[in-house]
């Protein structure tokens, strides 16, 4: 069975810190790799996605990495800000236009 | 954001009647998604479709059934609703095979069954 994992489920910094949140992966047949944000209540925003041919993707004080040989997927954020705070999902496609599969997220807290 | 609709965004229904939940995108999207979010499971596919009339069962598609007879349109039914079925769901589109484009989700509809 395919599985997503985020590690860790819930984290904790103070305003100002670079963070990486860990997602891990089994099969290395991988179609892409999208990070996701979701605010409490609220739906899922899209932040990047990575092809599989693609070694990383950048927007703005987000940068998200894709190693299919080990199975793992970073997404780095840069000098983070309350307004981060949120849970962030990956997910991992297999075939072009069907479901994602989803990690359970990982709860992030920036504090002021 | 992308022209995702859901309604109703709240239903509080009792156990063994019909429910209907509606997506509804503006995109002209040729693959929409019902996934379903739990405390501890995270999301899961239920169905899929990938054009009109075209559709194909998910990870958790027990109970459920859907439709879609237009491209801006893909129904979620619960034909004997369960409480087993309290969940948050949410619709998602994408574009065509190939495009290798993100999927975008709806506000999500919360659903309880008594």
């Excluded at chain 2, 109703?8 to 979010?37: D, S």
Aim: net charge neutral; glycine share 8%; hydrophobic share 30%.
């Amino acid at each position: 069975k395919q599985e997503v994992t985020q590690i860790p489920a819930a984290l904790s910094v103070p305003e100002g810190e670079n963070l990486v949140l860990n997602c891990s992966f089994t099969d290395s047949a991988i179609y892409n790799l999208q990070w996701f944000r979701q605010d409490p209540g609220k739906g899922l925003t899209s932040l990047l996605l990575i092809q599989s041919s693609q070694r990383e993707q950048t927007s703005g004080r987000l940068n998200a990495s894709l190693d299919k040989s080990s199975g793992r997927s970073t997404l780095y954020i840069a000098a983070s800000q309350p307004g981060d705070s949120a849970t962030y999902l990956c997910a991992r496609g297999t075939q072009a236009g069907t479901a994602l599969i989803f990690g359970k997220g990982t709860t992030l807290s920036v504090s002021s | 954001d992308a022209g995702i609709t859901q309604s109703p965004r709240h239903k509080v229904t009792e156990t063994g009647t019909p429910v209907t939940l509606r997506c509804h995108q503006t995109e002209n999207h040729r693959y929409m998604y019902w996934y379903r979010q739990d405390p501890g499971h995270g999301l899961r596919l239920i169905h899929y479709s990938y054009g009109v009339k075209d559709t194909d069962k998910g990870e958790v598609s027990d109970g459920y059934s859907v439709s879609r007879s237009k491209t801006e349109d893909f129904l979620l039914t619960l034909e004997s609703a369960t409480s087993s079925q309290t969940s948050v769901y949410f619709c998602a589109i994408s574009e065509s095979p190939g495009a290798n484009q993100p999927q975008h989700f709806g506000d999500g509809t919360r659903l309880s069954i008594l």
